[in-house]
């Protein structure tokens, strides 16, 4: 068996998906191939990944890497499964531009790698590389599942299922840490723990947890919707937003509230930093936490290459969960993105949606969950077509379409007018164009 990991410059997070592959009986002995087009980046993946495969894993895997657009089919070719985790114009120079030109039109954000303006123009240079990617995959590995962490997860899952041959599902840890949030949010933790019974559904980055009971069946969200209520009333902490979200709307979503704030228009707004204050709204988000991360890799880097020790426990992602369950024929249920296709009943039919799938040597099968609480599937629409016409601008070359995504989605548009759109959509455009990460 062969697991190609693509982007593989992204070390710890390659060294907790490929570490758990060694941990796992039915793939520790498989070819692990790292590609990545920084030799640096790559290099340092290397050393470590082998040096978790001798320690942890007692050399059982073969560890290969490939350098460069010229050595990527070999690094895909025979692969079983793919693990994408790639980022495309890194920190600097794409979210910096991501960030500081929006700025100039008095758009502010605080992640920027899902929707917002910097989500679309993320989605549209990565895509440029899925598209090399799945040529790549029909000729050398056909039959391989790819497995998609990179972000914007619904607009990438959504061109890689509706657009090209390969099997495609999108992981995020979002659903897993859900519940233990909501829980240790509201200081629920020692009572309920993992004694929980939950159902999520909906989009990548909100998808909803639409139950919520106990081991003996009671329903916790009338307790969780007091709680939330009272917590958001007596003074900040960093769940505010999607504990609003409880509160006016009535369900508790996947992903932070840093993400959720710019997800539409009612949290960040000109001239309001009122409720910047009062929902605890952490600007620029991102860009500090990839200085923080790059300051990190060097520190752990450092002890690395000077002989520090390498650990590794099982993670909860889901990549091994998957090809062990492929491989094993042993089932497995995940929250996988995919096509809707009926399967969240009031959300499009071509959507990409976030839902309980089944995982087994069958592959990944996404569950029915019918239609969602009629606030929820609006909320969700008001990111799914953004998503969608990001998609078509793509695969069309389109820039009017580009316009309309960006003029659709919901804190931009909230915020400009169609003409400030337009002439934000051609000032980024040309800035990655300029920097060697073209748009179109």
């Not at 954000?109 to 993320?122: E, H, N, S, V």
């Not at 769940?239 to 996947?254: P, Q």
């Not at 300051?295 to 752990?300: F, R």
């Not at 606030?375 to 069309?396: D, F, G, R, W």
Request: glycine residues 8%.
């Amino acid at each position: 068996m062969k697991i190609t990991f693509m982007g593989a410059g992204s070390t710890v997070f390659a060294k907790n998906v490929l570490g758990d592959t060694m941990l796992c009986p039915s793939l520790c002995e498989t070819e692990i191939a790292l590609y990545d087009i920084d030799g640096a980046r790559l290099n340092e993946s290397y050393l470590l990944i082998t040096t978790m495969n001798e320690k942890l894993n007692a050399s059982r895997a073969k560890i290969t890497k490939y350098l460069g657009a010229e050595n990527r089919k070999e690094a895909l070719r025979g692969a079983d499964f793919v693990i994408d985790a790639i980022q495309v114009g890194l920190y600097d120079p794409c979210t910096i531009i991501d960030f500081e030109i929006p700025k100039k039109y008095g758009l502010r954000q605080t992640i920027a790698d899902t929707l917002g303006i910097g989500g679309i123009m993320r989605g549209m240079r990565t895509i440029h590389v899925l598209k090399d990617f799945a040529r790549d995959m029909e000729e050398v590995c056909p039959n391989a599942w790819f497995l998609n962490y990179t972000n914007p997860m619904a607009i990438l899952s959504g061109y890689m299922q509706r657009y090209t041959g390969i099997k495609t599902v999108g992981l995020c840890h979002s659903v897993q840490v859900c519940v233990p949030a909501l829980l240790g949010g509201l200081g629920l933790t020692e009572k309920y723990g993992d004694t929980c019974r939950s159902k999520i559904a909906g989009i990548n980055h909100m998808a909803w947890l639409l139950e919520l009971v106990d081991k003996d069946g009671n329903d916790l969200y009338p307790m969780v919707r007091r709680l939330a209520r009272e917590k958001n009333a007596a003074g900040k902490h960093h769940d505010m937003v999607r504990f609003d979200y409880i509160d006016k709307l009535g369900y508790y979503c996947t992903e932070s509230s840093e993400h959720n704030a710019e997800y539409n228009p009612f949290y960040i707004k000109k001239g309001r930093d009122d409720l910047i204050e009062k929902f605890n709204i952490p600007l620029d988000e991102y860009p500090r936490r990839c200085v923080n991360q790059i300051a990190g890799w060097k520190k752990q880097w450092e002890n690395l290459s000077n002989g520090g020790n390498v650990t590794h426990t099982r993670s909860s992602e889901y990549a091994s969960h998957i090809m062990e369950a492929i491989v094993t024929n042993t089932p497995y249920k995940i929250g996988g993105n995919v096509i809707n296709r009926g399967v969240i009943t009031n959300l499009p039919y071509d959507a990409c949606v976030e839902v309980p799938c089944l995982v087994d040597r069958s592959g990944v099968t996404p569950t029915y969950v019918g239609a969602l609480p009629l606030q929820l599937a609006a909320m969700n629409s008001s990111n799914i077509y953004p998503q969608m016409l990001t998609i078509e601008a793509a695969v069309t070359g389109s820039r009017e379409t580009l316009y309309q995504a960006a003029m659709m989605e919901p804190h931009t548009g909230a915020e400009l007018s169609t003409d400030e759109i337009v002439s934000l959509c051609d000032e980024l455009i040309a800035a990655h164009e300029n920097a060697g990460f073209p748009i179109f």
